[in-house]
């Protein structure tokens, strides 16, 4: 046990240091593109391994690899800029320069995670659930608490049986065939399934359950098969998994400040599966997610990376988006605004948010969540 946990240890510092140098990165080569100067660009923290200089940019390589930072010219404002050095610094740049630096790191995160998306779509492929049978229900309970023999019962279906159509659309997987299935509710629905080489027909009557139609049966969570799409599909779909998830992450990202969080962090309230958790515990669930298959492993790896990206560009300071709100106020109104009178509400979001994210942190080392991947 203490072994995994060094071993979960490592592995997290891995993986942060890879996140904050792709990060970095972005920044760097984005100051390099608009002409604003990197004043120094380190891999690692700490006293230097490897440094030197060239094009105005300190080049190190330090003894705590775990991570790296950048700092650009004139991004802070109480540093000293020579009269050579003004025309390649930060606030000597137009705006949509600076927005383009500030940007940078949240850009490079989200292409990774449309990186990983593609590849599982594409080359890699992901499980896609059968439609098999699993089991049929007896009966369904109704929101209003009214109990009914389910559908699937009254039409014979079984175990094991797998439905290939329904009113004469084919249906090749659960999740086309439970959207078939939602559109019809309270109708009569022709029902074409097999088992093995044997093909059946029956009718079936669904019942509306919110709007949905429900034939009261489960899918065989072990029956599967692995879906590939060609690579140019496999870009359509990694786009519209960026969409889906964004509304995921802007709901998480929501719970973060809400009453359930908060009563978690006091430990008045039990943490599940949909609470936040800590980087450590997000690293976590990633690994975890490694023993289902590479495709569950890298859809979360790319969660998480997209997750930062979305988080990185709140509008708060000292977040890039909080850069970015003051370079379009600045635009908007033609005054420069003196980011030193910010520095009491960064401070002010810096504590608050280490105070949580050490809290979470202590809950998924202490008390951590089961599982996800295991019933």
């Not at 590849?119 to 890699?124: A, E």
């Not at 779909?237 to 998830?245: C, F, M």
Request: glycine content about 10%.
């Amino acid at each position: 046990m203490i072994l995994q946990d060094i071993g979960y240890a490592i592995l997290i510092l891995l993986f942060l240091a890879f996140m904050i140098l792709t990060h970095e990165a972005g920044h760097f080569f984005a100051a390099r593109w608009v002409g604003i100067t990197p004043k120094t660009f380190s891999i690692g923290f700490g006293p230097e391994i490897k440094g030197w200089d060239k094009g105005g940019t300190r080049y190190a390589v330090k003894w705590f690899l775990a991570g790296g930072s950048v700092q650009i010219l004139g991004m802070n404002p109480d540093e000293e800029i020579s009269e050579e050095e003004w025309p390649h610094s930060y606030y000597a740049a137009a705006p949509w320069r600076r927005a383009v630096v500030v940007v940078a790191g949240s850009f490079v995160h989200l292409c990774i995670a449309f990186l990983l998306f593609w590849l599982i779509f594409w080359p890699i492929g992901y499980k896609v659930l059968t439609g098999e049978i699993g089991k049929v229900q007896k009966t369904v309970k109704l929101a209003n608490g009214q109990v009914l023999e389910a559908p699937g019962y009254q039409a014979g279906l079984k175990k094991g049986e797998t439905i290939t159509s329904v009113d004469g659309v084919q249906v090749h997987n659960w999740e086309e065939l439970t959207t078939q299935l939602q559109k019809k509710p309270g109708q009569q629905v022709a029902l074409v399934y097999k088992l093995g080489n044997r093909q059946f027909t029956t009718k079936a009557k669904l019942l509306d359950v919110a709007g949905r139609g429900i034939l009261g049966v489960q899918v065989d969570l072990n029956s599967t098969y692995t879906q590939r799409s060609n690579p140019f599909v496999a870009l359509g779909q990694a786009g519209r998994e960026l969409g889906r998830v964004s509304v995921a992450l802007g709901k998480g990202i929501a719970s973060i400040f809400s009453l359930h969080t908060l009563k978690v962090l006091l430990g008045t309230t039990q943490r599940n599966q949909e609470s936040p958790q800590s980087i450590v515990g997000a690293t976590r669930v990633a690994f975890q997610a490694a023993g289902q298959g590479i495709s569950v492993f890298l859809y979360v790896v790319a969660y998480l990376f997209f997750f930062l990206s979305i988080f990185n560009l709140l509008p708060l300071p000292p977040f890039d988006g909080g850069h970015l709100l003051v370079i379009i106020i600045e635009k908007v109104f033609g005054k420069r605004i003196d980011v030193r009178k910010l520095m009491p509400i960064a401070w002010a979001v810096i504590i608050v948010l280490s105070l949580v994210a050490l809290r979470l942190a202590m809950l998924d080392i202490f008390k951590p969540l089961p599982n996800p991947f295991k019933p």
